[in-house]
């Protein structure tokens, strides 16, 4: 045998020995579907060298082992949460309810608590004015986290409140995502504010871009949007802080996003949340912010905390939407920017229209990313199908995250219906019991559904051979994505 033919031979069994050793760790790796498992063999079969690359930088959730020892170190210091708020309201929840509540226990240890008020703001512009107002009214600390942070109008208001907030003894504490704020990490207002005495910190840096495959996925991020204001006033919702023009994708604005102001003991659940991301990234220890007695419980509604990610339970959200589905009775209503689905979601999506709840969904009509964009409409026809209705928003790129539950019951937060906010985000979510805010929520998804486009199924069977074809195939690669 010639020298060439053994060298060829040689690479072959190398290229196939490598290939056998990620077939397994797609076979072997825990939490996850039978779908990815298959798809990710798919892939590092027919792709060799593309696949086996794709999935050292993609195919596992990693979030890096000295960092999530971080995270679990971080929530070990800190009062237990279960603590945090007061006492569980739960003989304040309709027993119909308290089982999504429970759902919510399950991944924080956050109780349901009562006593809480909220408002919902009027707009984006609305939200960032409200915020300023807050900081500047500020005593002892304000506590900042967004992951995406721009140095527009917004950003920067913000920015000038926390220096003015931190200039007169306000313990300010500014936490941004090193990739999607990496603008203005890496500007002079980032600078400034330390300068001015803001106590700064970065989530999940990137670092070498070349080397941190080897501390975990580089696509892994912090998308929280956390404001709390001397630990009596917090937001909740899906407002990065930036103008509604959104100047990175400026061809999509107006940003359409949801944000609510709320005050009560659901506040020191957002705290904890906040400072466990803080702390899992400095070495400063805030279990003091939880020494003060809370302040009598007074009238309002039952809230909870729900903040989930790759250091936390696995398959916290999807469980979450799907019992919040199973749960309604006369109406579901849900706006999300971003479809993605896993099976059990569409399954209880589709179950919730077929025993006769009023479910509609709507999408953004253009949607940033053409990935997820094509993804969703694959799964159009099972949705019609089922009785749900669609519609697809026209105003803007809908970035609102919102679900209501038979007028009672709303889930608001960072959290999309999609595998990268399932699998790889850290998100925040408020899940509230009320009657009064739940109906704000609803009026504000209803001007989400009158300015909407109907999708029927005529559009769907309109949709060209290529197209659908295009859809399925990016659905299909979905678990890989």
Known sequence: MHDSAVIAWLLFLAQASVQLVFIMRALLRPHREPSSRFAWVLVIAVAPVIGVLAYVL??????????VERLRAAFGALPAAEAVA??????????????????????????????????????????????????????HSVHVLFYIWLTDESGRQVVEALKRAAARGVVCRAMADDLGSRTLIRSAHWRDMAASGVRLAVALPVGNPLLRPLKGRIDMRNHRKIVVIDNAVTYCGSQNCADAAFAVKPAFAPWVDVMARFEGPVVRQNQHLFASSWMAETNE?????????????????????????????????????IAMMSAARRELVITTPYYVPDEPIQAALCASARRGVATTIVFPRRNDSWIVAAASRSYYRDLLEAGVEIREYVGGLLHAKTLTLDGEMTLIGSAN?????????????????????????????????DAGTPVSMAHVDAYSRWRRLWNNAIAMLGPVL
């Not at 912010?289 to 790759?310: E, H, K, R, T, Y």
């Not at 595998?419 to 009026?443: G, K, P, Q």
Request: charged share 20%; net charge neutral; hydrophobic share 45%.
């Open 86 to 139: 007061g006492p569980s309201a739960q003989a304040e929840i309709p027993e119909r309810f308290g089982p999504l509540f429970r759902v919510g226990y399950s991944v924080n240890n956050y109780l349901p608590v009562g006593g809480n008020q909220a408002r919902l703001l009027p707009d984006s512009a609305a939200a960032i004015a409200a915020m300023v107002a807050d900081i500047d009214a500020a005593r």
């Open 285 to 321: 220890d805030l279990g003091a912010l939880f020494a003060d007695p809370l302040p009598a419980a007074g009238p309002g509604f039952v809230a909870q905390v729900i903040g989930s990610g790759a250091g936390v339970r696995y398959s916290a959200m999807p469980e979450t939407f």
């Open 58 to 67: 993609f195919g596992e959730v990693n979030l890096g082992r000295k960092r």
């Open 417 to 449: 219906i999609d595998r990268r906010s399932f699998e790889l985000n850290a998100e925040n979510n408020i899940l509230l019991h009320d009657a009064a805010f739940t109906r704000a929520v609803r009026a504000r998804q209803q001007l989400f559904l």
